[in-house]
């Protein structure tokens, strides 16, 4: 079974650039997770997809960062204009429906994004 | 969600038991305890979870306190491989979002 794939895994751009990580899940999994990891600290969720409808995008900047989940398969996530603070690894994961007795995230192996 | 308490760091010898502890004293009846692992460089990886009867499966074992106030994560035969941040976290069912603190960077030394 292929796990999540994520691209690029590693990116470097300048402040006020923009940037975009694309993230493919695990076949069937109709949830989908974006997390940002800054050093140092566990990851933190920013959003989460239920096919292609957002559950939760309570921790997502929005003034700044957005996503989508077009068809309910792949996901991109889009930061525009990146901050320096915005420095960290982003990790794409996936699960089986919200209403699996298992809640088993499954991650890919991220994006380690520098900011200049 | 209950907050969960962990040491920073740990180290334990290779070949041996790995006993992994974790607080979680406001846990609430709905809520499992679940265990990840992050190797470095590496997405976390779930290792098992419980609600309160012990768990066992082919990389660990969970023993949760009969007043669910804490619980211990065993590696039964630590390899090096085994060296990650393992991450504690109470999770109410139905509940997809993982709240995950810094975690215990466990080093396993030959």
């Known amino acids: 079974e292929a796990g999540v794939a994520q691209s690029p895994r590693y990116k470097i751009i300048e402040k006020r650039q923009s940037v975009a990580f694309w993230c493919n899940p695990i076949?069937?999994?109709?949830?989908l997770y974006w997390y940002q990891q800054i050093l140092g600290q566990g990851p933190k969720l920013l959003i989460q997809?239920?096919?292609?409808?957002?559950?939760?995008d309570s921790q997502l900047p929005k003034d700044r960062f957005s996503a989508e989940r077009l068809k309910g398969v792949d996901s991109t996530l889009k930061i525009q204009p990146a901050k320096l603070e915005d420095s960290a690894v982003y990790l794409c994961?996936?699960?089986?429906?919200?209403?699996?007795?298992?809640?088993?995230?499954?991650f890919g192996p991220g994006t380690r994004l520098t900011v200049t | 969600d209950a907050k969960t308490t962990q040491p920073p760091s740990m180290d334990c010898a290779e070949g041996r038991a790995a006993n992994l502890p974790c607080n979680h004293s406001t846990i609430s009846g709905n809520e499992y305890v679940y265990w990840y692992r992050q190797i470095h460089s590496q997405g976390p990886q779930y290792i098992i979870h419980?609600?309160?009867n012990n768990e066992t499966n082919e990389m660990a074992s969970l023993i949760i306190t009969e007043d669910r106030k804490s619980s211990t994560l065993i590696l039964p035969h630590a390899t090096l491989r085994d060296t990650a941040v393992y991450y504690c976290i109470a999770l109410k069912y139905g509940n997809n979002r993982l709240a995950f603190g810094k975690g215990n960077q466990v080093v396993v030394i030959p």
């Open positions: 076949s069937g999994h109709a949830t």
């Open positions: 419980g609600l309160k």
């Open positions: 994961a996936s699960s089986l429906g919200a209403r699996s007795v298992s809640y088993e995230q499954y």
């Open positions: 997809f239920q096919n292609n409808g957002v559950v939760d």
